[in-house]
């Protein structure tokens, strides 16, 4: 039978086998015998598991308010030469305000004070608007003297908010015209007529008093130059002198009457000037 290579090279290299076998066995000795000789090191380790926190910093919420006028139409205000107080209600729709806001006031005399309007001056304790809780409301107040349309202007608190403008409604303060004060420069006007005119019959009273003692004291020159002569004429004549001063003095008194009459508007009534009137013609009779 054949032979394969591999039984050819046994053969043919048997000693080298063997001697292969025994330096395989001699290292397989040493190593062990070394390993088993040699010094052993053990480790001995253990593991303990802690929970610590590290605070970085803190942040709080932030503030989600939002402010609102609670709007009914702009408001008409009819006042003449008085002051006049002007509410608004603003109500926060948004989360709790954590900070206080503040808020202003616009005038202007005719157009839009919300773009042609002129900021208000507000006392010290006003322009302040406290911290609102969610959905609760609070009333701006203004007083006012001077006619034309006004607006509240409200500032958020909330930073993403800061640059929004919040306007409520305007409010129009006017004087109509049939409830605007009536002159009184006329009544006045009329007094000083009247007056006048009872001064100037005062005046004419006096010159008339001073020509009648001037007649009379020519009159009576004369009376005693006639009284020399013909005393009947005298006598005549004194009767219608009589007669004509009794007609001056009523006439006199009908003028005064009259004037009496005009002082109407100084505050005298018609009866006290009719009473005055009839004594006048009592006594200018009783003459």
């Not at 910093?57 to 609670?70: A, H, I, N």
């Not at 608007?129 to 509240?152: C, H, M, R, W």
């Not at 909330?158 to 919040?166: F, G």
Request: proline share 2%; hydrophobic share 25%; aromatic share 6%.
């Amino acid at each position: 039978m054949r032979s394969t290579r591999l039984n050819k090279f046994k053969l043919k290299n048997k000693g080298l086998i063997i001697l292969l076998k025994v330096v395989l066995v001699w290292y397989v000795v040493l190593f062990s015998t070394s390993y088993l000789t040699s010094t052993t090191a053990a480790n001995f380790t253990t593991t303990n598991q802690t929970e610590n926190v590290i605070r970085i910093g803190d942040w709080e919420e932030p503030d989600g308010s939002l402010l609102k006028f609670v709007k009914k139409g702009n408001q008409n205000i009819k006042a003449c030469d008085q002051s006049v107080e002007m509410k608004v209600t603003l109500k926060n729709t948004g989360t709790d305000m954590k900070s206080d806001s503040t808020y202003e006031v616009y005038h202007v005399e005719n157009g839009n004070p919300e773009k042609q309007g002129t900021k208000v001056k507000l006392d010290e304790d006003k322009g302040n608007i406290q911290a609102v809780q969610s959905g609760n409301t609070i009333e701006l107040v203004y007083k006012t003297d001077k006619p034309g349309t006004y607006v509240f202007l409200a500032n958020q608190s909330n930073d993403d908010l800061k640059e929004q403008k919040t306007w409520s409604e305007w409010i129009k303060v006017h004087c109509p015209s049939d409830s605007k004060p009536k002159n009184t420069e006329e009544p006045k006007e009329k007094v000083k007529e009247t007056n006048k005119e009872d001064s100037t019959s005062k005046e004419v009273k006096q010159e008339s008093e001073e020509q009648q003692t001037g007649t009379n004291e020519t009159e009576k020159n004369i009376e005693k130059d006639t009284e020399k002569e013909n005393p009947e004429k005298v006598e005549k004549e004194d009767e219608d002198k009589q007669d004509a001063a009794k007609e001056k003095s009523a006439k006199e008194n009908k003028k005064e009457g009259k004037t009496e009459m005009k002082a109407k508007t100084n505050g005298e009534s018609k009866s006290e000037v009719k009473t005055k009137s009839d004594d006048n013609e009592q006594e200018s009779e009783e003459e």
